[in-house]
């Protein structure tokens, strides 16, 4: 496989669950959805909550199996294993999870020790000794005193905790790392901290990340390229300087308006449409966008590219950068 090729290419993934008390009715929580992550590169995952960024990460992760798509990871379809059978492959260490809340995601009755190598000997099929020796090793990386390597999690502070799940999630050797708003259960004063921990790692090993946050000013400084996502669609992707400097599309706008010091901010208004059997040719966003007109309501925008082909939107109306200093350098039209 040649070195450019992305360690996760995801065609066209859809999660549909059935709606209680309402038969044959389905939320879809993930619709149609396609995205690539290159060795190394960091992509973020943006979005308001409830548009469907868990369901897809815990597809990536499989920790549930898609209604339908291909997961590729490294050439293979991780989705046509069912997710049970999945657990047990080799591959499941390669892409590891750390998960929001570092109190709900860790065993009570485990050390810390225990956590952390109990990854590592499911998935590698390592001895004892071995898995402790790794548990010392990332123990490490993550700065977490040996000491503390014995403790149970109500012995741990909030950030301590954080770090047993990072270290966990390290331990089997992932080359993907997948987090799902990994500070936002912290204290805003240790938050910082374990940020800078995770962006150093994933510098220091090589790890590709997929990093979801309702921050945008953390994912602005920590990704190089983003995903917006709007009621299971991905309405907008491109490198994360162009997105958050030039949004295309009016979700985005909206969403970036809200950094604070990026000038005037603009509040959305209108009914949330469904995610219950959306009809498939209007636009998601069209109860609540300021530039709707009747196109919107008889044709679902796709995503489509601007000139240059790295930035991508779903808006029939996208505004597209008015001047990238690339299209600029090159002659191109703006
Ligand atoms: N197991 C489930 N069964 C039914 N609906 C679900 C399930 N998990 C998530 N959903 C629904 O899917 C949508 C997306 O949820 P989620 O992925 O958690 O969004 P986010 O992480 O962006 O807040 C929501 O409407 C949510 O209610
Ligand atoms: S396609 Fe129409 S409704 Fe949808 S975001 Fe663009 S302008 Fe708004
Ligand atoms: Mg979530």
């Given at each position: 496989m040649p070195d450019h090729a992305p360690?996760?290419?995801?065609?066209?993934?859809s999660k549909r669950f059935p709606v209680a008390g309402r038969r044959g009715a389905l939320l879809h929580a993930v619709d149609d959805v396609s995205l690539h992550i290159a060795p190394g590169e960091s992509l973020g995952l943006v979005g308001e909550s409830g548009c469907g960024k868990s369901t897809l990460v815990r597809l990536l992760a499989r920790l549930m199996d898609a209604s339908e798509g291909r997961i590729l990871f490294?050439?293979?379809d991780l989705a046509a294993l069912p997710a049970?059978?999945?657990?047990?492959?080799?591959?499941?260490?390669?892409?590891?999870?750390?998960?929001?809340?570092?109190?709900?995601?860790?065993?009570?009755?485990?050390?810390?020790?225990?956590?952390?190598a109990e990854p590592c000997r499911l998935l590698s099929g390592v001895d004892a000794r071995t898995a402790n020796e790794r548990v010392d090793?990332?123990?490490a990386q993550v700065g977490l005193p040996p000491e503390l390597l014995q403790r149970?999690?109500?012995?741990?502070?909030?950030?301590q905790k954080a770090r047993v799940g990072i270290a966990r999630a390290l331990a089997p050797r992932p080359r993907l790392l997948i987090l799902d708003e990994p500070t936002a259960a912290l204290d805003v004063s240790v938050q910082a901290v374990v940020l800078q921990l995770l962006d150093r790692l994933r510098r220091d090993l090589g790890l590709s990340t997929l990093f979801v946050s309702h921050d945008l000013n953390v994912v602005?400084?920590?990704?190089?390229?983003?995903?917006?996502?709007y009621l299971g669609r991905i309405v907008e992707t491109g490198p994360s300087s162009s997105v958050f400097d030039h949004p295309a599309h009016p979700y985005t706008q909206a969403l970036v308006s809200a950094i604070p010091g990026l000038g005037p901010r603009i509040r959305l208004e209108g009914e949330v449409q469904s995610p219950i059997d959306p009809p498939p040719q209007v636009c998601r966003f069209a109860?609540?966008?300021?530039?709707?007109?009747?196109?919107?309501?008889?044709?679902?925008?796709?995503?489509?590219?601007?000139?240059?082909?790295i930035h991508q939107a779903a808006c029939h109306v996208a505004r597209w950068p008015a001047r990238f200093p690339v299209q600029a350098a090159a002659g191109l039209p703006a």
């Amino acid at each position: 496989m040649p070195d450019h090729a992305p360690l996760l290419q995801v065609e066209r993934l859809s999660k549909r669950f059935p709606v209680a008390g309402r038969r044959g009715a389905l939320l879809h929580a993930v619709d149609d959805v396609s995205l690539h992550i290159a060795p190394g590169e960091s992509l973020g995952l943006v979005g308001e909550s409830g548009c469907g960024k868990s369901t897809l990460v815990r597809l990536l992760a499989r920790l549930m199996d898609a209604s339908e798509g291909r997961i590729l990871f490294n050439g293979e379809d991780l989705a046509a294993l069912p997710a049970r059978q999945f657990a047990r492959t080799p591959q499941r260490g390669a892409i590891q999870m750390v998960f929001q809340d570092p109190t709900d995601s860790l065993n009570p009755r485990y050390t810390a020790r225990d956590t952390i190598a109990e990854p590592c000997r499911l998935l590698s099929g390592v001895d004892a000794r071995t898995a402790n020796e790794r548990v010392d090793e990332v123990a490490a990386q993550v700065g977490l005193p040996p000491e503390l390597l014995q403790r149970f999690p109500h012995q741990l502070s909030g950030g301590q905790k954080a770090r047993v799940g990072i270290a966990r999630a390290l331990a089997p050797r992932p080359r993907l790392l997948i987090l799902d708003e990994p500070t936002a259960a912290l204290d805003v004063s240790v938050q910082a901290v374990v940020l800078q921990l995770l962006d150093r790692l994933r510098r220091d090993l090589g790890l590709s990340t997929l990093f979801v946050s309702h921050d945008l000013n953390v994912v602005r400084l920590l990704t190089e390229r983003v995903a917006v996502m709007y009621l299971g669609r991905i309405v907008e992707t491109g490198p994360s300087s162009s997105v958050f400097d030039h949004p295309a599309h009016p979700y985005t706008q909206a969403l970036v308006s809200a950094i604070p010091g990026l000038g005037p901010r603009i509040r959305l208004e209108g009914e949330v449409q469904s995610p219950i059997d959306p009809p498939p040719q209007v636009c998601r966003f069209a109860s609540r966008c300021t530039a709707v007109h009747d196109r919107c309501r008889r044709e679902a925008p796709t995503l489509h590219a601007d000139g240059l082909a790295i930035h991508q939107a779903a808006c029939h109306v996208a505004r597209w950068p008015a001047r990238f200093p690339v299209q600029a350098a090159a002659g191109l039209p703006a």
